[in-house]
C-alpha cells in the first residue's frame, strides 16, 4: 500500500457519506440497532461492531486504519494520550509476579508507569542501558515477560538495536513493546524488526499541530484484542471523535512536514557543530553520534528533535540563552509546526549545579524544529547563542 493511498484514502467509505471528501465526526456516543437479534450481534463482538464509543467510533476506526497501516501492523488502537497507549499495552501484557526490563532513561511517565504504579501491584522492573544489548541478557529473569523499548530516547536519543533485542525476546517467548515517538511511522519500522507492539505519542509528529493529545498502539490482531478487552474497554482512555477527526487532518500532511522539518534539523545541526558556544549536540544522525551507524542502518530518516549542551558557567546563562529566543516558544512537548525550546534547568532550582550529577545536566537545552524558515531559526540561535 502506497502511503499516499494511506494518508488520503485508507479507511474513507466516502460512497456511504455523499461523497464527502473531508470524513464527518460521528459525535455520537451510542449507536442504536433496529431489532434484538442485531443488538445482541452488537453485544457479541463488541471488538468488530459499532455499539459505544468507549469501543469503537467510525471517526476514529478511520484514523485506527491509518495508524496501523503506516506502521504495518495488523490493528491499532487509539488513545486519548501517549501515556494511555503504553500504559495499556504494558498492563496487557503483565501480571502481578511478572518481571518488566526498560530501557533507563524512557519517557518519565513510562518510568512512572513502572517504578511506581505497577510496583504496587506486584509487577517488577529492571531499567538498563539499552544500547548494549548483552544488558538485556544480562537482566533476564524467568519471570520476565514484556521488554519496554524507546528508540531513540526523546532526551538524549539513545538508541537499541531492534531486531537484536526482538529476537532475543522471540527466543524466550517475551513481548516486546516499542515507543516510536521520535521516528514516527515514516522513519522507523518496528514491527518489520521483529517488535510486537509499537507505541505513539500521537500528541507530537503525527498530529504535528499542537492542539491534540493522543497516543496509538498498534500490533498484531491477537494482541490488540486482548489489549481491547482489557485495559482499552476497562480503563475508558479513549480518543474522542473530533479529536480523531483532526488527527486525520494532520495526517495527510505527515510525509512533507517531516521532510521539511529534517531538512531544516540538518541546517541547524551544521550551525550549531560549529557554533563555539555549544559543547556537543545530541542528534541521532549527527555523525558525532556514537550510534550513528545504527540510526542510519535501523532508520529510513531523521526528524527534528535535538539537545544543545551549552558551554556556560552557570544556570543564569542557560537563562539568558532561552529568554533570549524569539522563534523557539518555551514549553514541554515537541513535534508541532512551530520550533520549541525546552531548557533541562526549568525544572530544578535557579540555584542547582550546571553538571546535576542526578539527571541530564542543567545546561541541556532540547530543540523541537517546525517549519519556519531554516535561516530564520538559525539568525534566532545565533543572537541567543551572543547573549549568553
Ligand atoms: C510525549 C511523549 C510520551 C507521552 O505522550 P502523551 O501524548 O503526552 O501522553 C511518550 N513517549 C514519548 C517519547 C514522548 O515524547
Not at 294 to 312: C, D, F, K
Request: hydrophobic share 45%.
Amino acid at each position: 500500500m502506497d502511503l499516499s493511498y494511506i494518508l488520503n484514502h485508507l479507511g474513507e467509505e466516502r460512497e456511504t457519506y455523499r461523497g464527502a471528501v473531508s470524513p464527518p465526526i460521528f459525535q455520537s456516543s451510542i449507536f442504536a440497532f433496529p431489532t434484538v437479534a442485531a443488538f445482541r450481534e452488537g453485544f457479541r463482538d463488541e471488538f468488530k461492531r459499532t455499539t459505544y464509543t468507549r469501543g469503537n467510533n467510525p471517526t476514529v476506526e478511520i484514523l485506527r486504519k491509518k495508524v496501523a497501516a503506516l506502521e504495518g501492523a495488523e490493528d491499532c488502537l487509539m488513545f486519548g494520550s501517549g501515556a494511555g497507549a503504553i500504559a495499556a499495552g504494558v498492563m496487557a501484557s503483565v501480571s502481578a509476579g511478572d518481571h518488566v526490563i526498560c530501557v533507563h532513561k524512557p519517557y518519565s511517565w513510562t518510568r512512572a508507569l513502572l517504578k511506581d504504579l505497577l510496583a504496587r501491584f506486584g509487577v517488577t522492573h529492571t531499567f538498563i542501558d539499552g544500547t548494549d544489548i548483552a544488558n538485556f541478557e544480562q537482566a533476564l529473569t524467568p519471570a520476565t515477560k514484556l521488554i519496554v523499548l524507546e528508540s531513540p530516547n526523546s532526551m538524549t536519543f539513545e538508541m537499541q538495536d531492534l531486531a537484536a533485542v526482538a529476537q532475543l525476546a522471540r527466543a524466550k517467548g517475551i513481548r516486546t513493546l516499542c515507543d516510536n515517538s521520535y521516528a514516527s511511522p515514516l522513519n522507523q519500522s518496528p514491527i518489520a524488526l521483529g517488535i510486537d507492539m509499537v507505541a505513539h505519542s500521537a500528541t507530537k509528529y503525527l498530529n504535528g499541530h499542537s492542539d491534540v493529545v493522543a497516543g496509538a498502539l498498534c500490533a498484531s490482531e491477537k494482541i490488540i484484542r486482548d489489549v481491547f478487552r482489557g485495559p482499552y474497554m476497562t480503563c475508558g482512555a479513549i480518543l474522542a471523535p473530533h479529536d480523531a477527526w483532526l488527527m486525520i487532518r494532520g495526517l495527510r500532511t505527515l510525509p512533507i512536514r517531516l521532510q521539511r522539518i529534517a531538512e531544516t534539523a540538518r541546517q541547524v545541526l551544521a550551525f550549531l557543530e560549529a557554533s563555539g558556544k555549544v559543547d556537543k549536540v545530541y542528534y541521532p544522525h549527527a555523525i558525532s553520534n556514537p550510534q550513528f551507524a545504527l540510526a542510519q542502518a535501523q532508520m529510513h530518516g531523521a526528524s527534528g528533535l535535538l539537545t544543545i549542551q551549552l558551554r556556560v558557567d552557570d544556570v543564569a546563562g542557560v537563562e539568558r540563552f532561552c529568554n533570549a529566543l524569539k522563534r523557539f516558544l518555551m514549553t514541554v512537548s515537541w513535534g508541532g509546526y512551530e520550533s520549541l525550546m525546552f531548557p533541562v534547568c526549568a525544572v530544578y532550582s535557579a540555584h542547582a549545579p550546571v553538571a546535576n550529577p542526578g539527571g541530564s545536566p542543567l545546561s541541556f537545552v532540547r530543540l523541537s524544529i517546525g517549519l519556519e524558515e531554516p535561516e530564520v531559526l538559525i539568525a534566532d540561535l545565533e543572537q541567543a547563542l551572543a547573549a549568553i
